[in-house]
């Protein structure tokens, strides 16, 4: 699809000099001698470069489009994670690199968004939150509580989080998959 420089967002997936970019950082600029642009810093996903491109508002760059179909999360091996689509049963299987960080995440059966590029899968979207158990934290200093101070927890999964002090190991918290930030105690 088609779309005017002027409408490049970041975090968007556009075809560009035969490669998958995805773009970083946008900005509009008008100077006062000249057109408008929008100044453009991408990342190669296939060649993991960056480029930065300046685009006229009056160009057209091709949007890329996925498809995004939901898996539930199996299992995990050395190398790989694997997903199976609840309504045909067929497994895929995807590099740990490519999900990266996030796959410390994954549970059992956990409902995600696998996003596919020419029948490829590309990405994976967890859900905005997911119930994770404290492994380890340090004990809360007395006197602490007086201000909004948090302390560092290691999850079981291998995961660091900042926590409040009344947070102790083996309790479940729930835990923003965007930011790997606390939410609230289960």
Not at 16 to 21: G, I, S
Request: one cysteine or more.
């Amino acid at each position: 699809m088609k779309i005017n420089a002027s409408e490049i967002r970041v975090g968007m997936l556009i075809e560009y000099k035969n490669d998958l970019w995805q773009v970083l950082k946008s900005q509009h600029v008008k100077p006062g001698k000249g057109g408008a642009f929008a100044q453009v810093e991408m990342k190669s996903i296939n060649k993991n470069t960056k480029l930065n491109e300046r685009f006229r508002s009056s160009e057209t760059v091709e949007k890329a489009s996925l498809d995004e179909i939901k898996y539930n999360f199996l299992y995990e091996d050395e190398n790989n994670y694997f997903f199976m689509d609840p309504v045909s049963f067929e497994q895929i299987e995807m590099k740990k690199n490519i999900v990266g960080e996030k796959g410390k995440l994954l549970t059992e059966n956990l409902e995600v968004l696998i996003s596919f590029y020419n029948e490829k899968p590309f990405s994976v979207d967890l859900p905005n939150q997911v119930t994770c158990k404290i492994d380890v934290t340090e004990a809360a200093l007395k006197g602490q509580t007086v201000s909004s101070s948090y302390k560092p927890a290691v999850l079981i999964n291998g995961l660091s989080v900042q926590v409040p002090p009344f947070i102790e190991p083996g309790d479940e918290i729930i835990v923003d998959t965007r930011n790997l930030e606390y939410v609230k105690k289960v």
